[in-house]
């Protein structure tokens, strides 16, 4: 019998505690779907928040977990990682509510930033900005991409997705999300005078 050293999880750990093995156990015990929610309830809804406000954020994360819930019969077992599921449902509840996040992002490219004497703006990347605040060049940028555009390059940039994860998330290709993503930057660099607010290191989008 191997010790394994107090706070090292062993494979079959891991295994047992797997998100596909939470979602398995959930459809006899409906109860242990709770710990999906545990697990990703705040990333989801940092998300949310970004992308509609922090208003409608609270409601789009209930109800991701809520459809996730009455969809965990049809969920891949064989996908260990929920994460790009959960976004995936989370996006398609953004989709219902297309205008909100236009008016969101128009409104946010209005607001008057503070004097900073930091990085210029061709520093900044998509992935800092979501977590300190859409600043005005991006949110004008962003509300410039078409839906699918802005899905594929805040699925990578907010949710912290790799490239095939996103292309579970939306369903399609990751052929269609590298073409999305490339085009989505292109877009963005254009808008922002040159700048790449997208530029993930390889390695980054494949961890």
Same mark, same amino acid.
């Not at 705040?42 to 977990?65: C, N, S």
């Not at 989709?95 to 004097?115: C, D, I, N, Q, Y």
């Given at each position: 019998m191997t010790v394994e050293p107090s706070g090292v999880r062993t494979r079959e750990e891991d295994r047992e505690d797997s998100d596909a093995r939470v979602i398995a156990r959930s459809r006899d015990e409906p109860e242990l779907f709770?710990?999906?929610?545990?697990?990703?309830?705040? +990333? %989801?809804? *940092?998300?949310? =928040?970004?992308?509609?406000?922090? &208003?409608? /954020?609270?409601?789009?994360?209930?109800?991701?977990?809520?459809?996730?819930?009455?969809?965990?019969?049809?969920?891949?077992l064989a996908r260990a990682d929920a994460r790009p599921w959960l976004f995936?449902?989370?996006?398609?509840?953004?989709?219902?509510?297309?205008?909100?996040?236009?008016?969101?992002?128009?409104?946010?490219?209005?607001?008057?930033?503070?004097?900073?004497?930091?990085?210029?703006?061709?520093?900044? +990347? %998509?992935? *800092?900005?979501? =977590?300190?605040?859409?600043?005005? &060049?991006? /949110?004008?940028?962003l509300a410039g991409l078409s839906a699918r555009h802005r899905d594929v390059v805040l699925l990578v940039a907010w949710a912290g997705l790799d490239y095939e994860e996103a292309a579970r998330a939306l369903g399609v290709p990751v052929g269609t999300v590298r073409s999305r993503l490339h085009r989505a930057r292109s877009r963005l660099r254009e808008a922002l005078g040159g700048s790449d607010p997208t530029a993930f290191r390889e390695a980054d989008t494949h961890a």
């Open positions: 709770a710990a999906l929610f545990d697990r990703y309830a705040d +990333a %989801v809804h *940092r998300y949310a =928040a970004r992308r509609l406000g922090p &208003e409608a /954020a609270e409601d789009l994360t209930a109800e991701t977990f809520t459809t996730a819930f009455q969809r965990r019969h049809t969920y891949d995936g449902i989370a996006t398609n509840l953004v989709g219902r509510h297309r205008r909100a996040e236009a008016r969101r992002f128009k409104a946010l490219a209005k607001v008057p930033e503070p004097v900073e004497h930091e990085e210029p703006v061709a520093d900044r +990347a %998509v992935a *800092r900005a979501g =977590a300190t605040g859409v600043r005005r &060049e991006l /949110a004008a940028a």
